[in-house]
């Protein structure tokens, strides 16, 4: 699957006034397409995370444009950015963001809750997607009993859980070992293939780079070049955890 889920075409973004503005990005351009996992790459300061929050529909971009599924976001007002972000994007975040207070179960249904779905077919979602990422045992575990790699992929259930086009994920690995940081980016790869989603990681890890469709680097706010991918090895179909198409 290639069609693009998220389009920037020059696309640049601005950050304070005075003598505290800065470039964040210059004339960024770049597409997401389903079915494939693109890694953005770059040291601190260099751009990432202000160009995933723009593609997420978090900023809006001070001169450019970016579609989401045909979908300018041009002038888009925050409820009509909050709109999109709820239909159509997934994050990830390095510190997984979950509730304390709330149960695994409830942390990945609290996505479906925000889009008006409860119920029985809510929690029939949210039971698959954690069976999807090996996590059907630890349905009423609350986060401070879980690993890290285990608090990451609720986050990514609670992503995928309402079925977005597309997946951000903001260093999802970099608070993990290497065992967990690779059964992460397995879970996020298959997700791509398999599920036809658009993934976009950023990190600074070059040990990611076998999972990358497409790699880009990005230095001083400016897409620099696309990085020659590394064919990654056959994995155990054991190590997928049945995380399937839909």
Known sequence: MTSSIIEAVNVSKVLGSGPARVQALKNVSLALSGGN?????????SGKTTLLSILGCMLAPT??????????????????????RRQHIGFVFQSYHLFATLTVAENVRLALDVRGERGREAMAKTEEVLANVGLSSKLGSFPRQLSGGEQQRVAIARAIVAEPSAILADEPTASLDAANGREIMVILSTIAKKRGRAVLVVTHD???FSFADKI???????????????????LPLKTLRGVRSS
């Open 206 to 208: 070059s040990r990611l």
């Open 216 to 234: 880009l680097r990005i230095e001083d706010g400016a897409l620099t070049g696309e990085e020659p991918t590394i064919p990654q090895p056959s």
């Open 37 to 45: 996992l693109t890694v953005l790459m770059g040291p601190s300061g």
């Open 63 to 84: 001169h450019g444009t970016v579609r989401v599924c045909g979908t300018s976001i041009d002038g888009a007002r925050h409820e009509a950015l909050a709109t999109l």
